[in-house]
């Protein structure tokens, strides 16, 4: 079975600073993988996605994610953050052609101080 | 384009009532799913279906039913409301053609349900 890992609940970072959000994947082949934003109230967005090919993907809003086989991660990025990237970001992962059932983490909160 | 839309926004329900959050989708996609959200633990697959007239469990399906009549609707149905059951829920929807290509989800903007 897929699963998610995103060992940070919280992150504060200031303004104009740069970001790293970690996320760790288990599945047995190559899978899709996604990152989505989620600000308060609302549904989620999707940032970026990985489904083949160049293993660096480039999203909105500036983020920017590497697919790195060898160590099983995803990890999002940003070169500077603003305060408005505040919110709650989520990894995901999905099985190819497996009905696109998505397994979500757990989500890392994101504060930004300005 | 609505994209995907979800009635109602927020709901309080009493143990053992029912209820049914509805969801629809204007994007012709064959997918469609229910999420439920809770803090700290993500979101978590209750129901999905690939097509009209086909559904099937996810995660945690115990407690809910759904219907997959049209391409366009996928509402869920609570029988009998837990307070287990209070949480936010999310309906989605993709496009997918077997291993060719899968369309990223699209989220509502979710149903805040509260069972008292």
């Known amino acids: 079975a897929q699963s998610v890992t995103q060992p940070d609940i919280h992150i504060t970072v200031s303004e104009g600073a740069s970001l790293e959000l970690r996320c760790n994947y288990s599945y047995g082949a190559t899978p899709y993988l996604f990152w989505y934003v989620q600000s308060p109230g609302q549904g989620l967005q999707l940032l970026l996605k990985?489904?083949?090919?160049?293993?660096l993907v480039q999203g909105i809003k500036g983020f920017e994610a590497e697919f790195k086989r060898s160590q099983s991660s995803f990890n999002l990025r940003k070169p500077s953050v603003h305060w408005s990237d505040a919110a709650e970001y989520f990894c995901a992962v999905g099985a190819r052609g497996g009905g696109n059932k998505l397994t979500f983490g757990t989500g890392t909160q994101l504060k930004v101080e300005l | 384009n609505a994209g995907v839309t979800q009635t109602p926004k927020f709901r309080i329900l009493k143990i053992g009532q029912s209820m049914t959050l509805q969801c629809t989708q204007d994007?012709?996609?064959?997918?469609m799913y229910w999420y439920r959200q809770d803090p700290g633990m993500g979101l978590k697959l209750i129901y999905y279906s690939v097509g009209a007239g086909i559904t099937d469990k996810g995660e945690v399906p115990n407690g809910y039913n759904v219907s997959r009549s049209t391409t366009e609707d996928f509402p869920l149905r609570l029988e009998l409301a837990a307070p287990s059951q209070t949480s936010v829920y999310f309906c989605?929807?993709?496009?997918?053609?077997?291993?060719?290509?899968?369309?990223?989800?699209?989220f509502g903007n979710g149903t805040r349900l509260t069972v008292t």
């Open positions: 989605a929807s993709s496009y997918e053609k077997g291993r060719a290509y899968n369309s990223p989800l699209h």
């Open positions: 990985y489904f083949s090919g160049d293993t």
């Open positions: 994007m012709n996609h064959n997918y």
